[in-house]
């Protein structure tokens, strides 16, 4: 395992109304009160809800005093002004650290290219905040001054059948020969049952699942299984 900062960023999607929010939250809360008697590195975690849940999760990551950030799962690949429906990094930067772009589910839904991603990733960078940035493969560019990259391979994300950790290790490598000091984490399937065997593979920084970060009890167990 690298000696670089770890990553547990749970990325929800389009789940959870404002009452399990706060459902979420307050378990984890009550679940993290003993994390300071672990005697392990305990990863950096990001929570990565819909927009609308943002004020909401600030204030009770505040309220409970979490060793939580925020991220958003998206942003606008223009500035403030007349972009109806779509939030610009000024307006993000309020209540987030991280925000993801490049995901998959952008990427095949939504019809996000490159050139899409790269304005998305300007405007987030411009702004102060924090790029996770997910690629497929080893082969698609990562823009200039992410702060994480994911390497997410479609065939994993929300299927159940992860990557193998060798594998997953291999392309991380691949990856990080093109971007020296930027940490890459796995993203696809992963589970409490399964997390450790990521984290301890060589180049792998940490992880980014969705569906097992829904549940706090399972998102306490990977924290408790990603600590190293
Ligand atoms: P999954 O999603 O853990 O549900 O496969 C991962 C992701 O889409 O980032």
């Known amino acids: 395992m690298s000696a670089a900062e770890k990553y547990l960023i749970g990325n929800w999607k389009s789940n959870k109304n404002s009452t399990d929010v706060a459902g979420f939250l307050k378990i984890f809360a009550h679940k993290c009160k003993n994390i300071k008697k672990i005697p392990l590195k305990i ?20 309220k409970y005093n979490l060793p939580v950030e925020l991220g958003a799962q998206n942003i606008s690949p223009y500035g403030e002004g007349a972009f109806t429906g779509e939030v610009s990094a000024s307006q993000l930067k309020e209540y987030v650290r991280y925000v993801i772009i490049g995901h998959s589910e952008r990427r095949s839904n939504f019809a996000e290219n490159e050139k899409i991603l790269a304005d998305k990733a300007k405007n987030a960078l411009t702004n102060g905040l924090k790029v996770i940035y997910c690629v497929p493969d080893s082969k698609i560019p990562v823009p200039d001054g992410v702060a994480v990259i994911a390497y997410e391979p479609v065939f994993a994300i929300g299927t159940g059948k992860p990557d193998t950790p060798e594998n997953a290790n291999r392309t991380i490598g691949v990856i990080k020969k093109n971007y020296i000091n930027t940490p890459v984490i796995y993203g696809g399937s992963v589970t409490s049952e399964n997390i450790k065997s990521f984290m301890e593979k060589e180049y792998i920084d940490g992880v980014l699942p969705g569906k097992s970060s829904l549940d706090p009890i399972s998102f306490y167990k990977m924290l408790i299984n990603a600590a190293g």
């Not at 990863?43 to 505040?62: E, M």
């Open 43 to 62: 990863p950096k975690i990001v929570i990565c809800p819909s927009y609308i849940h943002l004020p909401l999760s600030r204030d009770l990551i505040k």
